[in-house]
């Protein structure tokens, strides 16, 4: 049954309640969440009663944040304990940072005073380090232990891990000395060490470090899982796949606002209030209206020519927006190309080579299209068709390299490369097309 069938038989009452619960657990906890989530507050809360235990809070870790805030206040307290009791630490620490102050007091106050302190420490990490993804649901072995008695620690304790598929080998002050895959467990004999058949090799990271960087480190080592250490290189946690895809779809919603003009949100778009939408997006609105101050100047102290010569207004917005679209296309690659580790600040020179050349073919094909179509609708007006032409031309060549050097000398200065990609790319864009324009036009008018 799928879940549009699903959320029919429920909402018309067709189904009787113990087939409902025998269906449900059949299903993947992740689609029984998106089914609550298309139904009424009373039937949410009715259908998530009948759950199993264990289920139900695998339902839970995947429900929107003002869902699981509903489930909380309609729960007795040992029902809540129970909830979080059994969520990975991980998804509990996500959904208290969503929660206000006396929810947040109310849950701890119920989960097992050792899950709390586990709790508290992920808390109390940097938004964006590495320990406030990471878990401390993992699975770890000593270096010293047989294959035999690996395969003891993980039946007796991977039931509530995170994951089982890699194990981290530890010594017995919790150093962290290597990773064995349950691959090379199994294939293993009963009898050998775990140093002996450990990939000593690792890849791991450090409590604070930055977590778009550990995005990165996934994506090079192709990983499911990293061990996180603290500074004396002792094993505390684990970051999984999953929690690194949460992180990157993050990170590229910030990065888009920011290319958009906005000022990023934590919430989604209809979550967000009309008040704070207005706030995020007014700053950069009066930053861009205010730089067209110098687009104006440079208008402005044409005046006499246009009055001559008025036609030459009609083909500003034109090259403005053209030289618009050449700058925002170099620049989109090249922030893409950086997050995802393809550029580097040592390629500033190829860049600039590469979109020089780009900027000639384009500026060449769009400069032949527009030639013609200025000397047809303007009578043969040769001096116009050049000063139109070649003003699109070295605009678009402009814009290219200019898009494409932005990012670059943003992140030299420690600058986000998607902040200088719409803004200051628009304003610079702007006012250098509007001077070689006029440039041209006193050049070939003589005004």
Same mark, same amino acid.
């Given at each position: 049954? %799928? ?22 657990? @059949?299903?993947?906890?992740? @689609? ?5 989530? !298309? ?42 304990? !129970? ?44 938004? %964006? &380090? ?9 699975? %770890? ?50 009898? !050998? =060490? ?5 990939? &000593? ?17 996934? /994506? ?9 250490? @603290? /500074? ?62 110098? *687009?104006?100047?440079?208008?402005? &102290? ?9 036609? =030459? ?86 814009? /290219? ?24 790319? *628009? ?21």
């Amino acid at each position: 049954m %799928d879940k549009e069938e699903m959320i029919a038989l429920i909402n018309d009452g067709s189904i009787d309640i113990s087939k409902l619960k025998i269906l449900l657990s @059949d299903m993947n906890t992740v @689609d029984i969440a998106e089914i609550l989530a !298309e139904l009424e507050k009373e039937k949410i809360i009715q259908i998530f009663r009948i759950l199993p235990t264990a289920i139900a809070s695998d339902v839970f870790a995947y429900m929107d944040s003002d869902y699981q805030q509903l489930i909380i206040e309609v729960h007795t307290d040992t029902e809540i304990g !129970e909830i979080m009791n059994k969520l990975f630490v991980d998804d509990a620490v996500d959904f208290i940072e969503e929660m206000p102050a006396n929810v947040v007091k109310r849950v701890l106050n119920n989960v097992m005073p050792e899950k709390r302190k586990l709790i508290n420490q992920i808390l109390q990490y940097p938004e %964006d &380090s590495a320990g406030s993804i990471m878990t401390t649901e993992y699975v %770890d072995l000593r270096e010293d232990a047989k294959v035999r008695e690996a395969f003891d620690t993980i039946r007796a304790t991977g039931l509530n891990k995170e994951t089982i598929y890699n194990c981290y080998v530890i010594r017995r002050d919790r150093l962290l000395v290597g990773v064995i895959s349950a691959k090379t467990l199994l294939l293993a004999k009963p009898h !050998e =060490l775990i140093e002996d058949i450990m990939d &000593s090799n690792l890849v791991f990271a450090y409590t604070h470090d930055d977590r778009e960087v550990i995005a990165d480190q996934f /994506k090079k080592y192709n990983l499911l899982a990293m061990p996180v250490v @603290d /500074k004396e290189q002792r094993l505390v946690g684990i970051i999984t796949v999953d929690d690194i895809v949460d992180v990157i779809v993050e990170e590229n919603t910030e990065d888009i606002e920011k290319m958009a003009a906005l000022v990023p949100s934590d919430e989604t778009y209809l979550k967000t209030s009309v008040f704070h939408h207005a706030k995020n997006r007014f700053l950069w609105m009066l930053i861009l209206m205010l730089s067209a101050t110098i *687009t104006g100047s440079i208008i402005s &102290s044409f005046e006499n020519g246009l009055m001559v010569l008025p036609i =030459l207004m009609s083909f500003i917005p034109i090259l403005m927006n053209t030289g618009g679209i050449a700058g925002s296309q170099s620049s989109t690659l090249i922030v893409r190309g950086m997050a995802v580790g393809e550029i580097g600040l040592g390629d500033i020179l190829i860049i600039l080579w590469k979109e020089l050349r780009v900027g000639i073919l384009c500026g060449f094909g769009l400069g032949i299209v527009n030639f013609l179509r200025v000397f047809i609708i303007n009578k043969h007006d040769w001096m116009l068709c050049l000063t139109v032409t070649l003003s699109l031309f070295c605009t678009i060549l402009m814009a /290219k390299t200019v898009g494409g050097i932005l990012p670059i000398l943003a992140k030299r200065l420690k600058i986000d490369p998607a902040i200088m990609s719409a803004p200051l790319l *628009t304003t610079i864009v702007d006012a250098v097309s509007l001077i070689i324009y006029f440039s041209f036009a006193k050049l070939f008018f003589h005004l």
